[in-house]
């Protein structure tokens, strides 16, 4: 990829992120890559071509896989809280933004599979992980997808919401946000 591309792709994720991709046109992009908007068509057939090829690259997706989960003590508490922090390291307010702004109507079909990647990624593990606890006798609960989403729902909601409001509507810090929240989660499936 060369350098102008590059500045095109940039300057329209930066602008999705930050507007949508309704509202960002291709004169827009031109502007913020420094470039005149016959060059970026030159380079780019469409302003949707521009943002698949921005999906596509690693530095627009956020890097969630399995091996960011690593350092596991098998120990509920303590992984649940690293499992927790690890996602709300890697999903950053400008991740979030990005995403919503991608939703679109137009490119919809072609990015729900980029931006449902890291979700994915995450109930997966967990998925894994609470099976493995209940295999070692860690656990016991009829219903690991109920737990898994209860996770993944909490976490994904603070994050959302950090990233919509910053702190005006959640109040509580990150990290008191994750210890209560492994607290309750982890006192509510030992009584069950």
């Known amino acids: 990829m060369d350098e102008t591309s590059q500045r095109i792709i940039d300057a329209a994720m930066e602008l999705i992120r930050d507007k ?8 827009d992009i031109a502007r913020l890559a420094g470039v005149n908007e016959c ?6 057939k469409s302003k949707k071509e521009i943002v698949l090829e921005g999906v596509a690259q690693e530095k627009w997706r956020a890097d969630v896989t399995h091996d960011i989960f690593e350092n596991v003590q098998w120990e509920l508490k303590p992984d649940l809280e690293m499992f927790m922090n690890t996602y709300m390291d890697k999903i950053t307010p400008d991740f979030v933004n990005l995403s919503i702004g991608l939703r679109a109507p137009q490119l919809y079909d072609e990015t729900a599979p980029f931006i449902m990647k890291v979700p994915q990624t995450f109930v997966d593990f967990l998925t894994e992980y609470f099976k493995k606890m209940e295999e070692m006798g860690k656990i016991s609960h009829p219903d690991i997808e109920s737990l898994v989403m209860t996770i993944f729902s909490s976490t994904f909601g603070y994050t959302f919401l950090n990233a919509s409001f910053n702190q ?3 109040k509580t810090s990150r990290e008191e946000f994750i210890k209560y929240s492994v607290k309750i989660f982890a006192d509510g499936i030992s009584e069950q």
Do not use: E, Q
Not at 20 to 27: I, L, P, Q, R
């Open 39 to 44: 060059t970026l068509f030159r380079k780019f």
């Open 168 to 170: 005006n509507l959640v």
């Open 20 to 27: 949508g991709y309704a509202v960002t046109t291709t004169k």
